[in-house]
């Protein structure tokens, strides 16, 4: 008889268990997705029939793209020596500021986690320039900038063709242009500092 409930009680934990841990049915509009990087942990609760992850993904690059580039210009603002560069770097302040209050008001209307802080290649090309002075800072801070720019005018293009959510695909569709100008303004300007 012992044995005949240690049996049971042990097929009955291994049941609940097995419920417990089996797989959970959702509907088709509700999911609750995770994604993890090498330095932010992004949690979203999306729609499934208006959002896919590559829209949070591209949420979450744009928001850490536009972070860096608010704080790498006000380094330039203070630390640039040529008035073009510091001139570039205000209004990297002022555009991708901008950019960022509406891209969070995008992201907290649709319960999206954006990064707090800067990605570990943001920061350290943050810290490497912070270790710069006068035109050894500027030819850096540009170099920078056009890379940056380069990257996030693909990034906006990508998103305004093939964004499934309304919202952001829009926001990238008037963010690339503003880009676009940026890149322009920057190249001119790394080809005046040679």
Not at 76 to 100: E, I, P, R, Y
Not at 150 to 164: H, I, P
Not at 168 to 184: C, M, Y
């Amino acid at each position: 008889m012992k044995k005949f409930n240690v049996l049971f009680v042990t097929l009955a934990a291994a049941g609940l268990l097995q419920a417990c841990s089996g797989t959970k049915s959702s509907s088709s509009s509700d999911s609750t997705a995770t994604k993890t990087d090498s330095s932010t942990v992004t949690t979203v609760k999306t729609d499934s029939s208006s959002m896919v992850m590559a829209d949070t993904t591209f949420a979450a690059k744009a928001a850490v793209g536009g972070m860096a580039e608010v704080a790498l210009g006000k380094m330039a603002a203070s630390k640039a020596t040529d008035s073009q560069v510091k001139d570039f770097g205000n209004m990297m302040v002022m555009d991708h500021g901008k950019a960022n209050t509406e891209l969070m008001s995008i992201a907290k209307a649709k319960n999206i986690m954006l990064p707090a802080g800067l990605d570990a290649e943001h920061q350290a090309k943050s810290d490497s320039l912070s270790k710069l002075s006068g035109k050894e800072f500027d030819r850096g801070y540009v170099a920078v900038m056009v890379e940056g720019h380069k990257k996030t005018l693909a990034l906006m293009q990508s998103e305004a063709s093939n964004g499934k959510d309304s919202d952001l695909k829009a926001f990238a569709a008037k963010t690339a242009p503003v880009v676009k100008h940026h890149l322009d303004e920057i190249l001119k300007i790394q080809s005046s500092l040679k």
